[in-house]
């Protein structure tokens, strides 16, 4: 799981160096660099409760900042979207950079479709403000990742990332 949040925080970090607006891309690197922290800090907490053995305290200890990844991978992905919607900069040739484009646009894509399809819909009050009731959650970076086919991810037996793989290769 720490080793997912490195990933993670390499997407950012790529995102951020492509996003046009300096703001976007600041928050992102924020939320990367937090990201970073966090699974750090879950790597060394995992060895040292593999070394010390079975304790409800590592238990509790550990859970908790598989939390923290969580919520730290969140904040890393919503500002990956906000990032996507300003506009990215051209991807250099390297594949990783490309790779990352490529899911970047195929999310706004489904967003743009989403929104589209929306506003066709009759779903509207008299003021013309989407009703709540019945409305489809737009997509979001997070479900784009959960609806990978699993062939697609996969993840290293060892916590290094080994040579050859791509971002978005890995199970986030």
Known sequence: IASDGHVVVKFGNILA???????????LLRAAEHTQSVSSQL???ARVKAV???SKAS???L????????????????????????????????????EVAAFCQQWRKNLTQHRAKEALNSDRDELGLRKTRGAKAEPTLM???????????????HP?????????DRHL
Do not use: Y
Not at 75 to 96: I, M, N, T
Not at 143 to 157: A, D, F
């Open 63 to 98: 859970l908790s900042n598989v939390q923290n990844l969580v919520r730290a991978v969140q904040h890393v992905l919503r500002a990956a979207e906000a990032a996507c919607v300003k506009g990215l900069g051209q991807a250099s040739a390297d594949p990783e950079e490309e």
């Open 17 to 27: 160096k492509h996003c046009l607006d300096q703001r976007c891309s600041m928050e």
């Open 43 to 45: 790597s060394i907490v």
């Open 160 to 168: 290094s990332p080994r040579k050859g793989h791509t971002v978005m």
């Open 143 to 157: 479900s784009l990742v959960q609806e990978q086919p699993p062939q697609s991810r996969t993840i290293p037996k």
């Open 52 to 54: 010390t053995g079975e």
């Open 59 to 61: 238990s509790e200890l």
